[in-house]
């Protein structure tokens, strides 16, 4: 949630696609589509992606950011993920895809159906 800090990391050439060494293994733009904040998360994914932040990364389980952000409901984050690329058709370890994840919830399958990937 740090806006400035990931601005001025990146301008340094910052690693946008290192896997944390975690359980999980996540990478940068996996975090920040957790930030609580909805909009500064969307904001940070839009500077990692411009910088070469992998849109579809999986973790060790196959999620991918996208994954993280339809599960947490943040439709801003989404829409950033979307616009920027992201595939919501890819499935995690268990077989559940972005799309799956979203099936209760409309404003967010029709964010996913705004991706190139679906038509």
Do not use: C, W
């Amino acid at each position: 949630g740090q806006e400035e800090l990931v601005a001025f990391l990146l301008d340094r050439g910052a690693i946008v696609n290192k896997n944390a060494n975690n359980q999980a293994g996540e990478t940068p733009l996996h975090l920040a589509v957790l930030y609580r904040d909805e909009d500064t998360a969307a904001r940070v994914a839009d500077r990692l992606v411009a910088n070469g932040a992998e849109l579809n990364a999986p973790l060790k389980g196959g999620q991918t950011p996208l994954h993280h952000a339809v599960a947490r409901g943040a439709k801003p984050v989404v829409e950033t993920l979307i616009q920027a690329g992201a595939d919501p058709m890819l499935k995690d370890r268990n077989g559940l895809s972005p799309m799956d994840l979203a099936k209760h919830d409309d404003a967010l399958k029709a964010i996913l159906r705004q991706s190139t990937k679906l038509v």
